[in-house]
């Protein structure tokens, strides 16, 4: 099964499980629970289902194209069912046997793994899925989000797209993998991976960075203010977690500075979580 | 009375191993608190919490249970009220007295409940009292807590449904098997026996003596390396549990042994595997939770991950590389240990003066100086278990001498094997507890963030075990005496008595005190000891009536001829004898004056009417009390029958 099939055969069958897909979030976000379909969507009693593929950028973990496993951006596709239905296990089970894995000649395992995004004063309790030794899905029941208390628990589902595209094609390295029958990904992805790793650990204009920062965490606590637009504010929640994402992989932030600017980024995605609870 | 079986199933989403041993001894307790007495079996898979219970009787005891009313003095009112509730008349109401004034009381008869009642009503209580080290809610915030979250639910009791409710699961009497293999769609239970069955015939092996002997079994023949945490995991990961062999590229056996054996361990849970002269083998065993692999599509995946974190732990080892330890030492400004006790820079220039002060040898001082060094390598960011081992393995690998590597190597473990190691792992803790003192962030209770008392039980194994006579800084003096009576009682298994008795001898060497524990432990069976030991708790109590707190000597002349000057004179043969010899000698040398000092209390009057004989008397036996009591304070032995 080639990259572009599995996406569309997940997609198809959480389509059938009543999410709505939702395209990619078109700013920068370090993990698909970032986005506001995820963020902000599992706030209040409200329920939702929705599935999409994000593209996970992660700055330091750009390798130049040079490591088979590791990759500046990665994809996830994620998925939020709010509240988690009783057989939720049995549904993502299912979904592994809809993309061709036959469960009973593999080996799957759920193993302890709580999530924490201390950014957004996010947490829950949860487990890394092993499938033969190799972790293809964090699977959370979100108990907390922008520090507040969940009042309906929804289940998140998080898919490594690569790792599992990997796993099916049988390849060591991500850049073998079929994307299409045309297509590898290193023919579509490699040179971004080159380029942005240059750009993340020798290119960025750390003093640019800095300002940028301050702008938008400016821009975001005018929005809070003002009230009107949380959903503009967090856009620019997101603009600051991918800034510092990005001195920090060009080594500009110290020890000191770190726990600060992260409890900057934090009170501000705690200000958008109640905003967006308040609003009618 | 009649009594029948109870069963309990909690059928529970994937709970994480390290957590079913308590929960499971949790359980039996909070049982045990309702139903006093009964025999409990206690089973566990990643997805089921049973309980088999033999023989609860039908109904509890019809018991009597004595009511207190309202004060008699509050009048006959209140005596007619109270007679009304206990449906009984005025006249049948008893008088108690109390420290509080007289009361009305009734005895009244409470008929024992039904079982299926009591069970009813804890069930709940029971399941979502055990205590789980991180809980989560399911069904939102009001509702309950739990490790994850609970599917179903069997509660039988003689073979009927025990009703109750968690979270909108009611209980019944169906059980679920492996969540991949199971034939049935459900299992309907009659009693454990039918469960323990059913739950078979559907690739569930609920008793974990019987997983652990399968997962043994099907790991053979590969010579798998024991790891008795590694199987408790896995016994408790799985549900029907075998084993595979896998093989790796022997080239990756250039790579240091231990970073192989912590990728398959702690990584991956597989075993490593040894060859037959018990070196590292190309292989590894896994263990699936299904019961077989055919075609070998899982040792395939397994082959494929692993072969994939062996190439990451090359790209590290070798991009470390590039960047020698020495020229980290630097970096180490930009890792920081504590906010307020700075980065490991400055921990780093602490540790290597301590070691200078400590007396440690110039390796020594080169050890500190690195140890802290590899905390800037990607290889130890990606394994932080190995913290110290990597930077021993580079410093080798970058050629420091084996005095300095295998300082930093080991200065992470209890006690490492090289004096070098020992001082730098001394000096490491005792700056950390320092710091952490300084700060005023000691543990309190069950709070130890910041594992001081691992330190502090460090310092002292490493004192005791590796004879260091160094002294504790004053301020960290309490707290590292408290880890040593622990090491003391549990480690070396000494009596408390004894340990007491060492230590409050004075314990500036704590190296010292292990060699005087150890003396008193091998004298205290023999026949003079623990009456000796009476004879000084009673010096001790005749000094203390007497207020005696002079340290003046007695003269020896002015001693009454016969058993005071006697004991005088055997005392200080003892005390010449015993100069210079160990402890073990001097103690028994110091027995041996039993007979003496019980002939001296015997025939003596120590509070003698005579002031200037008394005094001296007492001078006497302070001073004999003092000299004696170097090696052991003999009054803290506890003597067997004395109150």
Known sequence: MNFQDLVFELKRYWARQGCLIQEPYDVEVGAGTMCPETFLRVLGPQPYRVAYVQPSRRPADGRYGDNPNRLYKHMQLQVILKPAPDDVVELYLKSLEAIGIDLKRHDLKLEEDNWEAPTLGAWGIGWQVMLDGLEITQFTYFQQCGGLELAVVPAELTYGLERIAAFLQDVDSVYDLRWNDQWSYRAVRFQEELQFSRYNFEKADVAGLRATLDLYEAECRRLLEDGAAPLAAYDQVLKCSHLFNLLDSRGAISVTERAAVIARVRALAVGVAQAWVKQP | ?643
């Open chain 2, 1 to 643: 009375m009649k009594a029948r079986d109870f069963l309990l199933e909690v059928g529970v989403e994937e709970i994480p191993d390290r957590m079913i041993g308590a929960a499971l001894e949790d359980s039996r307790r909070l049982f045990l608190e309702v139903f006093p007495g009964i025999e409990v079996e206690t089973h566990a898979t990643p997805r089921r919490l049973v309980l088999a219970v033999r023989q609860i009787p039908v109904k509890e005891p019809d018991r009597r249970e004595v009511v207190t009313g309202p004060p008699v003095s509050a009048g006959e009112n209140a005596a007619a009220g109270f007679a009304r509730k206990m449906g009984v008349e005025v006249g049948q109401l008893k008088r108690a007295k109390t420290p509080k004034g007289e009361y009305y009381s009734y005895k009244r008869k409470v008929k024992g409940r039904r079982t299926p009642d009591v069970l009813s009503e804890n069930l709940p209580k029971i399941i979502l009292g055990i205590a789980w080290p991180k809980a989560m809610t399911w069904a939102g915030g009001s509702g309950p807590r739990f490790i994850r979250p609970i599917r179903w639910l069997v509660a039988l009791y003689g073979g009927k449904v025990v009703p109750f409710e968690i979270a909108g699961v009611k209980s019944d009497r169906y059980s679920y098997g492996h969540r991949r293999l199971a034939a049935e769609r459900r299992i309907r239970v009659a009693d454990f026996e039918s469960l323990r069955e059913g739950l078979r015939r559907n690739f569930v092996l609920l008793d974990r003596e019987e997983r652990r002997r399968r997962i043994l079994e099907t790991a053979q023949p590969a010579r798998v390396r024991p790891n008795e945490a590694l199987l408790d995991a896995l016994i408790n990961l799985t549900e029907y549990p075998t084993a595979i062999a896998g093989r790796f590229d022997s080239e990756f056996l250039s790579l240091p042994e231990e970073v192989l054996v912590t990728v398959m361990q702690h990584h991956q849970k597989y075993f490593s595997v040894e060859d037959e002269a018990g070196r590292l083998a190309p292989q590894f065993v896994a263990v699936m939770n299904i019961d077989a692999d055919p075609d070998g599509a899982v040792r395939h995946g397994h082959e494929r991950v692993l072969r994939a974190r062996f190439n990451d732990a090359r790209f590290f080892w070798e991009t470390d590389q590039k960047r020698p330890l020495a020229a980290r030492v630097d970096d180490l400004r930009q890792v920081s240990f504590h906010a307020k006790l700075g980065s490991y820079y400055e921990k780093t220039q602490r540790n290597m003066e301590r070691v200078k002060q400590l007396g440690g040898s110039a390796a020594a001082v080169r050890a500190a100086e690195l140890a802290k060094c590899d905390l800037t390598t990607e290889l130890v960011k990606e394994f932080t278990e190995l913290e110290g081992v990597v930077g021993g393995l580079y410093a080798r690998a970058q050629g420091e001498p084996e005095a300095v590597w295998g300082a930093i190597y080991d200065h992470h473990e209890p006690v490492p094997r090289t004096v070098e190691g020992q001082i730098v792992a001394l000096a490491d803790r005792l700056d950390t507890l320092e710091g952490f003192f300084r700060l005023g962030l000691m543990p309190t209770g069950s709070k130890d963030p910041f594992a001081l008392r691992r330190a502090a039980f460090g310092v002292v194994r490493i004192l005791v075990e590796g004879r260091h006579a160094f002294a504790i800084p004053p301020e960290l003096r309490e707290f590292v005496l408290e880890r040593a009576r622990h090491y003391f009682r549990e480690v070396r298994g000494h009596r408390y008595d004894e340990v007491n008795a060492v230590l409050a001898a004075g314990w500036d060497s704590l190296t010292d005190a292990a060699d005087r524990l150890e003396a008193v432990s091998q004298v205290r069976p023999t026949d003079n000891f623990e009456p000796l030991a009476a004879s000084f708790k009673r010096i001790r109590n005749i000094l203390r009536q007497a207020n005696w707190d002079s340290d003046a000597a007695a003269q020896p002349d002015d001693l009454e001829p016969g058993p005071e000057r006697e004991l005088y004179d055997a005392a200080q043969n003892v005390s010449q004898r015993t100069r210079g010899v160990g402890y073990r000698e001097a103690l028994e040398g110091i027995a041996s004056l039993r007979p003496r000092v019980d002939l001296f209390f015997d025939k003596v009057l120590v509070m003698s009417p005579d002031e200037h004989l008394r005094r001296n008397r007492l001078a006497f036996l302070s001073q004999m009390l003092r000299e004696f009591s170097t090696i052991a304070e003999f009054s803290e032995i506890v003597i067997p029958g004395e109150s």
